[in-house]
T-cell receptor, first 114, second 113 residues
Framework: AQSVSQHNHHVILSEAASLELGCNYS??????LFWYVQYPGQHLQLLLK??????LVKGIKGFEAEFIKSKFSFNLRKPSVQWSDTAEYFC????????????FGTGTRLTIIP | NAGVTQTPKFQVLKTGQSMTLQCAQD?????MSWYRQDPGMGLRLIHY???????DQGEVPNGYNVSRSTTEDFPLRLLSAAPSQTSVYFC????????????FGPGTRLTVT
């Protein structure tokens, strides 16, 4: 079965710092990859996704992620974070030739200090 | 479009009580799913449906039932609530494939005492 690892459980940064959140998955076949964000008190919403093509994908609010197939990774990055980026971030993966269900990571809580 | 709606937003149950969490979507999505979110465990799939009349179990189905009589609605039933079912429940719908982009509802926070 597919598994997704987010090793950073809680990250605390100051405003304007650069961000990188790790995401590794176990399945080596063809995958779709997602990052979702959950702002305090709100439901999950899509930040960005990778299906195919350019492995560097850009999402909303200045976020980007790079798919590195050889490392089974899909790390999320932002060059300069803002206080409003305080949220929980979830990586999710589905393998296209398996049962197609999404597998979520355990999430990374990001706290930005003004 | 309202997207995915869920009711109620909050619910407190006593152990052994039953209840239904409602979920509806107006996007004509074929695929719908129920997840529970627990601290440190991310989202775990409870049940899912690939179309009206078709449901299947996810990762953590025990203690829950679902049905899908229409494309729009996908209720989740707790048969006999237990404290271990205290969680936040999210319904999601997807167009095109089960593993595609999920559109989430606002969630139901359930406490079982």
């Amino acid at each position: 079965a597919q598994s997704v690892s987010q090793h950073n459980h809680h990250v605390i940064l100051s405003e304007a710092a650069s961000l990188e959140l790790g995401c590794n998955y176990s399945y080596g076949g063809t995958v779709n990859l997602f990052w979702y964000v959950q702002y305090p008190g709100q439901h999950l919403q899509l930040l960005l996704k990778y299906f195919s093509g350019d492995p560097l994908v850009k999402g909303i609010k200045g976020f980007e992620a790079e798919f590195i197939k050889s490392k089974f990774s899909f790390n999320l990055r932002k060059p300069s974070v803002q206080w409003s980026d305080t949220a929980e971030y979830f990586c999710a993966v589905n393998d296209l030739f398996g049962n197609e269900k999404l597998t979520f990571g355990t999430g990374t809580r990001l706290t930005i200090i003004p | 479009n309202a997207g995915v709606t869920q009711t109620p937003k909050f619910q407190v149950l006593k152990t052994g009580q039953s209840m239904t969490l409602q979920c509806a979507q107006d996007m004509n999505h074929e695929y719908m799913s129920w997840y529970r979110q627990d601290p440190g465990m991310g989202l775990r799939l409870i049940h899912y449906s690939v179309g009206a009349g078709i449901t299947d179990q996810g990762e953590v189905p025990n203690g829950y039932n679902v049905s899908r009589s229409t494309t729009e609605d996908f209720p989740l039933r707790l048969l006999s609530a237990a404290p271990s079912q205290t969680s936040v429940y999210f319904c999601a719908s997807t167009l095109g494939s089960l593993g595609g982009e999920q559109y989430f509802g606002p969630g139901t926070r359930l406490t079982v005492t």
